[in-house]
């Protein structure tokens, strides 16, 4: 019949990411070793601080187990058998962007990040991270002329290194946990940005995360910091071509904010996620927390998890400065064999700190979907109030749903309120909009917006629109 | 209100259908001409719901044998969506809940979906609030319900009510109203059957789908059939209705033994 031809097409959408770009890449061997250690820090002609803060992690590294505590299951990995450092084959640094490989510039193009003078997306500011190495970032003298520094981490080391030995490994320290050490050792890219004290971002600021090779794993590393009275809104995406092996990917994210400062992270988490049979996909081990060190200053975290074979992935606020603020708005949306094992942290330790945390977890398919959150009340956070809510939808019935919270208070005059709530789309639900006139692809996108809504807000207005498509894309075929 | 020169808005010819493996309309025929009232009477499992799930495209239900023209055309090949915007409506039985979906946004992009296919402009929503508002007077709803989640946390009566007003708001051609007075005390299914009545014209023509005759008292039917075991085993004017009332649908029983027909189970 006509509605399930209409299903049968949308089902048959494929991941539009998935494309592979045809460049010259420069390897090492796989297998990770003291040896690969130097040799990307060599690679990249790092300081010696540097270099150091890599060794000790690997020595940390090879002490710790990986952690086993989460609700989720796959095959064992082997550490051996991933390539470490890949970079695409170009002259060093590019004075211009003219002289980047046009092949590199066309797969952002494709991604819908023009990075070209003409094209630009205006008012976003965009870092371009390819495999293990920064390719361009947009609008940077704009940024220069505020102070504010927008750069790859790798430049950062070598042009502002004192402010990264400053900053790098004071939040998520290099023995945090296991794929936080092995990030530590052996971290590519990422970004780095530095707002200096009382400016205001005049732009959003965006990274934007490929893998394209196959066997390589993907460890970037980003630093945050906005000094006092300052502050940013920061958004980062990632896309993976499909494989039928699985890539490792393993962030840090360090965020600083001091006296009156505040950072608005989000982010778009759409790496390939396998196929309807579970082969293939990324996995997702990352590390984010933020702290607010100053008093006032604030954290917020907005995440819209769609991509991943796994997720595991819990960003956190520390909340150290007195009435500092931290947030955290997740939309974690699952299908096929999808596993997501997320949520977030929040550890009061300064007076009449607040915490809110907004959970939206949707899982189709056979996938399973977890939310894990702490709530921590120190004995010093006096007055110090958490709100959470974790609610989650259901798409068919194979599809499972957990919520987790931790409560841990050693104040007695702090107040943790936690709602959770449970709903299905049925068949039923789908059939009523339709038969008002309303497609199934309109009637899919306008439940799960409906259900997303409170988090959707929190994006940054060019992004929510997005947020909203990539949620009805990735249900495509999931329901009726 | 018959004319027999009347344009024909839907016929049903010998019309099959299942859910999974049960067969349960085995041969429905049924002629709708503009201006008209119908009426389908029958126990529970005559198969007279699934008359009503099949004529809407709920995916749940194959269609077997036969055929439906809807204004001329295969109805059977349009999605249920594409029904809906040329005009064919449902108010169900049990119409469900769905958190989240604002009631007042919905119902504009309803209205504009069925607008957009006769050619007529979108509204903003503005100008649908001055609609929806004026609209409401049909069947006496708290503007209140516009501002919650579809259906959530409604009661039976204005659930019904919030149907009566989608059909209000999208003017069908057909509609097809399933059990809609059941679960409604008096007061509202007083309410509801005005409303009905405020919208059935020359142009359009309604099918009510019910248990009891308290609706017919409200609304009066032009014919009324008699459904049993997948089939309309008879056809008469509003009298039928008073005598099914007052005789109950043992003869039925016997009819069907008389044709030879099990009586399905489901409907």
């Given at each position: 019949m006509s509605t399930a031809a209409?299903?049968?097409?949308?089902?048959s959408q494929p991941y539009k990411y998935g494309f592979v770009t045809d460049i010259q890449t420069e390897k090492i061997a796989k297998g990770l070793s003291e040896d690969v250690v130097r040799l990307i820090s060599a690679k990249k002609e790092e300081p010696s601080f540097l270099l150091d803060f890599r060794l000790k992690a690997y020595q940390q590294w090879l002490k710790m187990e990986e952690p086993d505590w989460a609700a989720l299951g796959h095959p064992k990995i082997d550490y051996q058998e991933i390539i470490y450092y890949a970079a695409p084959k170009q002259k060093d640094k590019k004075a211009s962007l003219d002289e980047v490989d046009p092949k590199l510039l066309e797969t952002f193009e494709?991604?819908?990040?023009?990075?070209?003078?003409?094209?630009?997306?205006s008012n976003v500011a965009v870092d371009a991270v390819f495999d293990s190495v920064s390719i361009a970032t947009t609008y940077k003298e704009k940024l220069a002329e505020h102070g504010v520094i927008f750069c790859s981490i790798s430049e950062a080391v070598k042009e502002h290194a004192v402010l990264v030995e400053r900053y790098l490994g004071t939040v998520v320290p290099t023995s945090d946990n296991y794929f936080a050490a092995l990030n530590s050792a052996v971290f590519s890219d990422g970004s780095f940005v530095f707002i200096p004290k009382g400016v205001e971002c005049p732009m959003e600021l965006s990274t934007y995360f490929r893998i394209n090779s196959a066997d390589t794993g993907q460890f970037?590393?980003?630093?945050?910091?906005a000094e006092e009275g300052a502050s940013v809104s920061y958004l980062e995406g990632c896309t993976a071509p499909m494989f039928d092996t699985n890539q490792l990917h393993a962030a840090v994210v360090e965020l600083v904010t001091l006296d009156d400062a505040s950072i608005k992270y989000s982010t778009v988490q759409n790496w390939y996620a396998g196929d309807e049979n579970g082969v293939g996909g990324i996995y997702n081990f990352?590390?984010?927390?933020?702290?607010?060190?100053?008093?006032?200053?604030?954290?917020?975290?907005?995440?819209?998890?769609?991509?991943?074979?796994?997720?595991?992935?819990?960003?956190?606020?520390?909340?150290?400065?007195a009435d500092s603020v931290g947030e955290f708005y997740s939309v974690a949306l699952t299908n096929h064999r999808q596993q997501a094992d997320t949520g977030t942290k929040m550890i009061h330790l300064g007076p009449r700190t607040r915490s809110t945390i907004v959970s939206k977890g949707i899982s189709a398919g056979h996938s399973s979907n977890s939310y894990r959150g702490l709530v921590q009340m120190g004995t010093k956070a006096i007055g110090a109030k958490n709100y959470s809510q974790c609610d989650s939808m259901l798409i068919g019935d194979r599809a499972a749903a957990n919520t987790y919270p931790y409560i841990r208070s050693q104040q007695p005059d702090a107040s943790v309120e936690h709602e959770a709530s449970t709903c299905r789309i049925s068949a039923d639900q789908l059939f009523y909009l339709q038969s008002r006139g309303i497609g199934f692809e309109e009637a899919v996108s306008m439940m799960v917006s409906g259900f997303c809504r409170d988090v959707f807000n929190q994006l940054p207005m060019e992004f929510a629109a997005e947020a909203d498509k990539l949620l009805a894309l990735k249900l495509e075929g999931s329901v009726g | 209100m018959i004319r027999s020169d009347a344009p024909v808005l839907l016929e049903i010819n010998d019309l099959c259908a299942r859910v999974e493996d049960q067969p349960i309309l085995k041969g429905v025929n049924l002629t709708i001409r503009s201006g008209e009232i119908?009426?389908?009477?029958?126990?529970?499992?005559?198969?007279?719901?699934?008359?009503?799930?099949?004529?809407?495209?709920?995916?749940?239900?194959?269609?077997?044998a036969g055929s439906v023209?809807?204004?001329?055309?295969?109805?059977?090949?349009l999605a249920p969506e594409q029904r809906a915007r040329t005009g064919l409506f449902l108010g169900f039985q049990y119409p469900v809940e769905i958190a989240?979906?604002?009631?007042?946004?919905?119902?504009?992009?309803?209205?504009?979906a069925r607008r957009t296919e006769q050619g007529l402009d979108e509204l903003d929503t503005f100008a649908f609030e001055d609609l929806v508002r004026e609209r409401l007077g049909v069947v006496q709803m708290d503007p209140a319900f516009l501002e919650r989640g579809l259906n959530e946390g409604f009661s039976g009566g204005e659930k019904k009510r919030n149907e009566i007003l989608q059909m209000a708001l999208l003017e069908p051609l057909v509609a097809i109203l399933d059990e809609t007075d059941s679960g409604l005390d008096i007061d509202a299914l007083r309410i509801v059957a005005g409303g009905v009545n405020q919208l059935a014209g020359p142009d359009n023509a309604t099918l009510l789908v019910t248990h009891y005759q308290r609706l017919l008292d409200l609304i009066t039917p032009d014919y009324v059939h008699v459904?049993?075991?997948?089939?309309?085993?008879?056809?008469?004017?509003?009298d039928l209705a008073l005598e099914l009332e007052r005789d109950g649908y043992d003869w039925v029983d016997q009819e069907l033994a008389r044709l030879g027909a099990e009586p399905a189970e489901v409907g």
């Open positions: 209409t299903v049968g097409d949308l089902v494709k991604l819908g990040i023009p990075l070209s003078e003409q094209k630009r997306l970037e590393r980003t630093l945050i910091v990352v590390t984010k927390r933020g702290q607010c060190r100053g008093a006032r200053s604030k954290i917020s975290w907005t995440q819209v998890e769609t991509g991943s074979a796994i997720t595991w992935k819990y960003p956190s606020c520390v909340l150290q400065g | 119908h009426a389908v009477m029958g126990r529970n499992g005559s198969g007279k719901s699934t008359l009503s799930k099949v004529l809407a495209g709920h995916p749940a239900y194959t269609v077997t023209l809807y204004r001329g055309e295969n109805l059977l090949e989240g979906v604002n009631n007042l946004e919905f119902l504009r992009v309803a209205t504009n459904m049993a075991a997948g089939r309309i085993l008879r056809t008469g004017g509003k």
